[in-house]
């Protein structure tokens, strides 16, 4: 069975309607209104719930400001985190990774997967200019993926990523460029402590790059 109602009676049903959806009823707007006005002979009560309204809106207020500063700082910082390091890492158990490839784009189909890229990680000390050397972690990635960090490529202060994919250059951050004195086109020297196995013992590999 259906039923149908006229205009008029919808028009009559609206603001009732309307004001149901009100945050606030007109009950709790009078004892609201009853507490925080002030009589002649309770003026200094009014005067005393008038401060306790303002520091409980300032409470609530220092609190959604502070609670919205930590939601972006942890926005940031898990960016940050995550520039180059994903949520998961596949490592082989017996040998190298030679089909790096075919996983790659096998991970990347699975749903849920934004990006899956292949990289060869080792320790090395780098050196610059004069006796300034450190400690760095060294990062082997093909050009296209590079291209993909968006929080690298689209961050780069000098230079650019054109010849990159030849092997023969190297992007370094801008506090270990500082570090050790070097600028866009100068010389780095990595030091690989895996090198070629000797009768004299493990020969480090050392190898410039621009």
């Given amino acids: 069975m259906m039923t149908a109602a006229t205009d008029e009676q919808v028009q009559a049903a609206a603001p009732s309607s309307i004001s149901s959806s009100r945050p ?46 930590m939601n972006g700082f942890r926005t940031e910082l898990i960016s940050r985190i995550l520039g180059m390091n994903g949520h998961m890492i596949v490592q082989p158990l017996d040998g190298p990774l030679t089909n790096y490839a075919d996983l790659a784009t096998r991970f990347s189909a699975v749903p849920g997967v934004t990006m899956a890229i ?17 400690g760095a972690l060294v990062r082997g990635i093909r050009a296209d993926d590079l291209t993909k ?55 480090p590999r050392v190898k410039a790059y621009t």
């Fill in 149 to 203: 960090l968006k929080s690298i490529s689209e961050h780069i202060q000098s230079g650019d990523l054109v010849g990159f994919a030849s092997g023969s250059g190297v992007a370094i951050g801008s506090r270990m460029a500082e570090q050790l004195g070097i600028r866009v086109g100068g010389t780095i020297t990595l030091t690989s402590p895996n090198g070629d196995v000797t009768p004299m013992g493990m020969n």
């Fill in 24 to 69: 606030f009823s007109a009950f709790e707007r009078m004892v609201a209104w009853r507490y925080l006005r002030s009589r002649r002979k309770e003026a200094f009560i009014s005067v005393i719930a008038g401060f306790s309204f303002i520091g409980i809106m300032l409470g609530v207020g220092t609190l959604i400001i502070v609670m919205a500063v």
């Fill in 118 to 134: 292949p990289i060869v990680e080792g320790q090395v000390l780098a050196q610059g200019l004069g006796d300034a050397s450190t």
